[in-house]
């Protein structure tokens, strides 16, 4: 089912400890809205303190598509986010709902906008097989055998980033053709005008939000959170959903191999880091509107004068 392509999408996006959520939940309290989660964390379940997802009163009150969707040991795609993301997008329509996207994974949100590489399906069998390879030698290792297979893609994929280099190594596997060769075509996703919402507090404040939020997510509880993942005997260091910031950390604190004083300290260094490379994606966006704080009437005008000339 194609949407109407005179209706917008609303991209609501910023760095990690932006505000982002509290901004969505005001923008509902004005307009229909139906609120889609882009956050690659928000997905697992049982993941709730460390990812900063929001409280179960919320999630009832404004619901999150997109939130709780699979277990930290299943793997979820670019592809898989797409497809589900359309979905809402279309339900928001059929129901008279304005759709926004909120969060800041900035690769689901240029899926979206760009499209995707035709890239070959996953397979259970080639996701264990590769899973085992990650296990046995280590992202470094095979980012070595990326570089010898496709240069161009291991010179784009960093060294420790294993979902993407196993992905990459997948791609020729399967198809016997390199990540590099196949990302030349890409499929649109969604036929609707996009408009763009950034909101982007200074980064000396993003940091203080940073630390401050870690520091409760540890009074709440986090490394008891962790510690249940930890005992599920299907998960393990080198899955997506255990790199996520913060869980990482927490998983080595775990295995031994730092105190806990460090840990908290590598989990908000490693936090900020991540907050520094969405903030750079972002500043690179153009024919946005940037705030600094939440201001829901202000995105509102903003929304209507960009509907008005669409129409």
């Not at 939130?67 to 279309?90: G, N, R, W």
């Not at 010179?155 to 979902?163: A, E, F, G, L």
């Not at 997506?240 to 105190?259: F, H, M, N």
Request: charged fraction near 25%.
């Amino acid at each position: 089912m194609k949407t109407k392509s005179n209706k917008p999408v609303i991209f609501l996006m910023g760095p990690t400890a932006s505000g982002k959520t509290d901004l969505a939940i005001e923008l509902s309290n004005l307009i229909t809205t139906r609120l889609i989660s882009v956050d690659s964390a928000l997905i697992y379940k049982g993941m709730d303190i460390g990812t900063a997802k929001p409280n179960k009163k919320i999630l009832n009150e404004y619901p999150h598509h997109l939130v709780d969707i699979c277990s930290p040991e299943q793997p979820y795609s670019a592809h898989d986010f797409t497809y589900d993301a359309k979905l809402q997008i279309e339900k928001a329509f059929e129901n008279n709902q304005t759709p926004i996207l909120v969060g800041g994974t900035s690769f689901y949100f240029n899926a979206l906008e760009y499209g995707l590489s035709a890239l070959p399906e996953s397979t259970s069998e080639s996701r264990e097989k590769f899973s085992k390879l990650l296990q046995r030698n280590g992202s470094t290792k095979l980012h070595g055998m990326l570089k010898d297979i496709d240069p161009s893609a291991a010179n784009r994929i960093h060294p420790n980033d294993s979902q993407r280099i196993t992905r990459a190594l997948e791609v020729f596997d399967i198809s016997g053709k390199t990540l590099s060769e196949l990302q030349g075509s890409k499929k649109s996703i969604i036929n609707n005008p996009i408009i763009k919402i950034i909101i982007m507090p200074d980064r000396g404040l993003l940091h203080k939000r940073i630390e401050k939020r870690f520091l409760t997510m540890m009074d709440d509880g986090f490394i008891n959170e962790v510690e249940g993942l930890f005992k599920n005997p299907k998960l393990n260091e080198n899955l997506p959903s255990i790199r996520c910031v913060g869980y990482r950390q927490a998983w080595e604190y775990l295995k031994g191999k730092t105190d806990k004083e460090t840990m908290i300290e590598r989990a908000i260094i490693a936090t900020r880091q991540l907050c520094k490379r969405q903030s750079t994606w972002l500043n690179s966006e153009v024919g946005a509107l940037i705030i600094k704080e939440s201001n829901a009437q202000k995105v509102l005008n903003y929304i209507e004068e960009a509907k008005d000339k669409l129409r």
